[in-house]
T-cell receptor, first 114, second 115 residues
Framework: KAGVTQTPRYLIKTRGQQVTLSCSPISGHRSVSWYQQTPGQGLQFLFEYFSETQRNKGNFPGRFSGRQFSNSRSEMNVSTLELGDSALYLC?????????????FGPGTRLLVL | AQKITQTQPGMFVQEKEAVTLDCTYDTSDPSYGLFWYKQPSSGEMIFLIYQGSYDQQNATEGRYSLNFQKARKSANLVISASQLGDSAMYFCAMREEGTGNQFYFGTGTSLTVIP
């Protein structure tokens, strides 16, 4: 099985712009989660989608949004970019949302905001 | 309060030696799961090992084992016979049933294996 894929892998944007990141989960996986990773804050949970519904949401401003499509692929959008949004954005998928279900991560998208 | 605490920002270990990475967690939920991930410099998070709160035995996966002490709320990762390729960041994570099985990650421990 192919792993989790994320596109693009690298992105450079300027303040005020918006960006859309894409994540394709492992085939058969219906849960997709997004994380932001920075040196200062570590790994922070953004949101989780399951069957096109947002199940959980982290403590991020409304500029951060996401969605999931019927094929389980997910996108996250960040509007009005700020310098502090520069980070590695990781997507993870799991078959479902059960306690024992492991999340498998993609390679991430490195976003640099200038 | 932090759900997951990893108190060792950096660790060094000699090649072929064993090393223990500490993880303590905070939950009042009786149903939870504990995970360890490895993140090499390339950035991708790699799943290593899982321990459920009701599992009677400590989890093992090849050279990785989890020292689960439920009363102390600790879930330390033990890597035996360290290899140079083990140099990476290691993250402890928890899912608890009461919060919809959301994942909580620790701040990570950077492990360097010395030849």
């Amino acid at each position: 099985k192919a792993g989790v894929t994320q596109t693009p892998r690298y992105l450079i944007k300027t303040r005020g712009q918006q960006v859309t990141l894409s994540c394709s989960p492992i085939s058969g996986h219906r849960s997709v989660s997004w994380y932001q990773q920075t040196p200062g804050q570590g790994l922070q949970f953004l949101f989780e989608y399951f069957s096109e519904t947002q199940r959980n949401k982290g403590n991020f401003p409304g500029r951060f949004s996401g969605r999931q499509f019927s094929n389980s692929r997910s996108e996250m959008n960040v509007s009005t970019l700020e310098l502090g949004d520069s980070a590695l954005y990781l997507c993870a998928s799991s078959p479902g949302t059960g306690l024992r279900e492991t999340q498998y991560f993609g390679p991430g998208t490195r976003l640099l905001v200038l | 309060a932090q759900k997951i605490t990893q108190t060792q920002p950096g660790m060094f270990v000699q090649e072929k030696e064993a090393v223990t990475l500490d993880c303590t967690y905070d939950t009042s939920d009786p149903s939870y799961g504990l995970f360890w991930y490895k993140q090499p410099s390339s950035g991708e998070m790699i799943f290593l090992i899982y321990q459920g709160s009701y599992d009677q035995q400590n989890a093992t996966e090849g050279r990785y084992s989890l020292n689960f002490q439920k009363a102390r709320k600790s879930a330390n990762l033990v890597i035996s016979a360290s290899q140079l390729g083990d140099s990476a960041m290691y993250f402890c994570a928890m899912r608890e049933e009461g919060t919809g099985n959301q994942f909580y990650f620790g701040t990570g421990t950077s492990l360097t294996v010395i030849p």
